[in-house]
Structure formats: C-alpha cells, structure tokens
C-alpha cells in the first residue's frame, strides 16, 4: 500500500526534474538575437564585418547545438556548450557594434584619400589622351578609352556623393574601383604615346 501512495509521488519528482532539465537556454536566445539585430542596425555588418560574423557564426552554432540536445530525451539534454556558444554571440556582437563608428571614421578617410587619388588619375589620363596619336589606325582606340575615362569620372562622381551621404564604404569601393581603371587607361595611353614615339625617331 506505502508502495502505491508513493508512486505518483515519485512520478511528480520525475516529471519536474525532467520539464527542469530540458529546457533550452530561450532567455539566452534572445539577448544574443537582439545583440546582432542591434549591431546590423549599427551597420557592424558592413563596418565591423569580422567580428559580426563571428557573433553570427557563434549564434548559428548555438542554434545547431540547441536542435541537437533538444532531438535527445530529455534526462539527457545539456545546453551548456550552448550557453557558452550564445555568450560568445552576445559579446563579439556587441563588440562589433562598439567598433562601428571607429571603422567607419577610418573607411571614410579611406575614402576621401582614394576619391582625391582617383580625381588626379582621371586629370593626368585627360592630359596623356590630349597627348595620344591620332592616326587613322589610333582613332577607334582613343574614342574607346575617352569613353572608358568618362565612366571613370561618373563612378568618381558617383563616390563622392557616397561619401557625402554618409555611405563610407560605398564611396570606398567605388573610388578604388575608379582608381584602378582610371591608371590602368594611363598606362594604355603612356604605351601608345611611347610607341609612336619609337616610330618618329
């Protein structure tokens, strides 16, 4: 009879040692998913790329880790490794946010370095295109790069209003993009003008 009495008893213990036990860290959960939904409106994503992934990865683990326990019975469910997983993902995400504004002062300095290199480029390519031979077999090629250069100019244009609406990296990219086609068309024309010279001596 004390056997009976006791079994709903202990079946109660086991019950709530058991709802206890397998409970996923949800709390953790949030505070890691507001920690990276607050860094990308900081825009770590694109400022403070490194460490924002880092946090994104550590979240994305810990989701993987937590659908893994929560697959097992659920005596035999640990979200310790979990836990850890989304502490990481809140601290490299709030660190990542922390980090923006240095990163995008230094990418904005970049930037107007990059924009102001790539305007000269531009000027010193006009110059050398004023300077090119203009034969007849010269003609197609000088009309193709004066276009080329034109889009130079565009993108150039195009970064510096990146730059003025705030958008750093933007400006960043599109000005190192300019930069490098716009000394590439130097260094076309500079052969043609070399060659031609070759030829008249």
Known sequence: ?????????????????VMGCAKAPQQEIDAAKAALEAAKAAEADRYAAEQFNAAQDSLDAAMAEIDQQNAKFALTRNYGRASQ???????????????VAANKEMVKNEATGLISQAQSAVADAKKLLAKAPKGKE????????????????T???????????????????????ALDKANSLKDELQQAISKKQMLTR
């Not at 997983?85 to 980090?99: S, V």
């Open 1 to 17: 009879m004390r056997t009976k009495k006791l079994l709903p008893l202990v079946v109660l213990c086991l019950l709530a040692l």
């Open 85 to 99: 997983l989304l502490k990481a993902a809140t601290d490299a995400a709030n660190a990542a946010a922390a980090a």
């Open 138 to 153: 010269g003609k197609a090629a000088l009309e193709a790069i004066s276009a080329e250069l034109s889009a130079v100019e």
């Open 155 to 177: 993108s150039v244009s195009e970064a510096s209003a990146a730059l003025t609406s705030g958008d750093f990296a933007a400006a960043r990219d599109k000005a190192k993009a």
